[in-house]
């Protein structure tokens, strides 16, 4: 299998299979994600935590002997230990010590040491889970890409703003927004009112290196207000831009099947707002007021390797392309038109059917107001309009679908 083959994400979930499997008491967890991998372990003592962990690691059915079979050892420097205190009373133990079994029957000891931030799928972590560090590391890379975009917007030879504005969105803003719905906590009112709660920190330092994109997008001088330039530079600000992406982060979340890991922590986290220990779950739903009771599932579909479509489909280069391709398949036996639109707040669609270049049937449903719902919807109703029509003995069909975008 070559490097970056697509099937590797496959490969890894069964060559991982057996080390996520060693998590087998109700206290222990055990996470993987291609060559990372953590295990997790609650107690209410550390010491007992750390004897948790070194019996993960070294019973029979351990993450030693996966390491032996699967012929993959545990890179040392890469490996660490972290505590996760319920409070500054609770003493940390000394580091781990592990015992490892060599094939020749002897064994060789190692230490993992403790640290106080590890880097795990691009998260830094830290005892506390106040994402400090990780807010760190965020500003450096907002900071950072602004400088690379500074360079490449010089008034001699540089880029023209239109194409500094879309490398911001499109690989500035992915960069140091990733994994917000974790780290970052959507800005909102206290219960008195007097003040706002959330990463309300992060929010002003990231809105003073975006008020640099700004300003170099839209040339205007230094002494202008920020809010201005974001507006005439059409970029959304810091505090919006989060919320967009915690919103979005919340609906695939409320919209997941039953099978999927986090459906029951999520319905969970979003029925109440603890009064403390607040999750990133119990933030991102109280913060965004989404409700998994009221958001539809989406449920995965699954296809064979071999599967090949009933239909074939033809996207065409041009209208005038379109229009004679149209031409040409009315002439069919059986022709069958959908489309759905917006038309004075209102969303509708209609399906109709030609038989030998005679109309035969039509089918039109009017599904409300814009405000209840969007033109996809009517566009989907159309097809289902037409599969309707389509209810007869099998013959050649031609089906023209018209979408405008």
């Known amino acids: 299998m070559t490097q970056g083959c697509p099937l590797s994400m496959i490969f890894y979930s069964f060559y991982n299979e057996s080390l996520i499997r060693t998590a087998t008491n109700k206290d222990e967890t055990s996470l993987g994600y291609v060559n990372n991998s953590m295990l997790l372990v609650t107690s209410c003592f550390l010491p007992i935590a750390h004897r948790m962990i070194k019996d993960m690691m070294e019973h029979p059915d351990g993450g030693f002997n996966w390491s032996s079979s699967h012929n993959s050892s545990f890179e040392l420097t890469k490996t660490a230990l972290m505590n996760f205190p319920r409070s500054s009373l609770d003493i940390n133990p000394p580091d781990l010590i592990l015992s490892r079994p060599n094939p020749d029957g002897s064994k060789t000891t190692q230490t993992v040491k403790t640290t106080v931030n590890y880097k795990y799928l691009g998260i830094i972590l830290d005892p506390k889970l106040r994402w400090a560090a990780h807010h760190q590391k ?183 392309e379109a229009l004679t391709a149209t031409i040409n398949h009315h002439k069919m036996q059986v022709s069958v038109y959908s489309d759905g639109s917006g038309f004075k707040n209102r969303v509708g669609t209609s399906a109709i059917m030609y038989i030998n270049s005679v109309e035969k049937r039509t089918l039109q449903y009017y599904l409300g107001p814009l405000s209840n719902h969007t033109v996809y919807e009517g566009e989907i109703v159309g097809l289902t309009l037409a599969l309707h029509l389509l209810k007869s003995p099998p013959v050649p069909i031609s089906f023209i679908y018209y979408y405008q975008y």
Request: charged share 15%; with cysteine; aromatic share 8%.
């Open 138 to 320: 965020v500003v450096a890379n907002a900071t950072w890409w602004s400088h690379q975009v500074t360079h490449l917007s010089k008034t001699s030879r540089g880029m023209p703003p239109k194409c500094i504005r879309q490398l911001y969105n499109t690989v500035a803003v992915p960069t140091f927004t990733y994994a917000a719905d974790i780290w970052y906590t959507g800005i909102h009112p206290a219960p008195s009112g007097l003040k706002h709660l959330g990463s309300v920190a992060i929010t002003r330092k990231l809105s003073t290196i975006q008020r640099k994109i700004s300003k170099i997008v839209t040339g205007a001088l230094a002494t202008a207000a920020g809010d201005v330039l974001e507006t005439h530079a059409n970029l959304l600000p810091i505090e919006l831009l989060f919320n967009k992406v915690l919103f979005r982060s919340a609906t695939h979340i409320a919209s997941l099947p039953p099978s999927h890991p986090l459906y029951s922590p999520s319905r969970k986290a979003a029925r109440r707002f603890v009064k403390k220990h607040h999750s990133p779950l119990h933030n991102l739903f109280y913060t965004m007021a989404v409700s998994p009771s009221t958001t539809e599932t989406i449920s995965a579909t699954q296809r064979r390797p071999n599967y090949i479509p009933a239909f074939s489909t033809t996207i065409l280069n041009s209208k005038q």
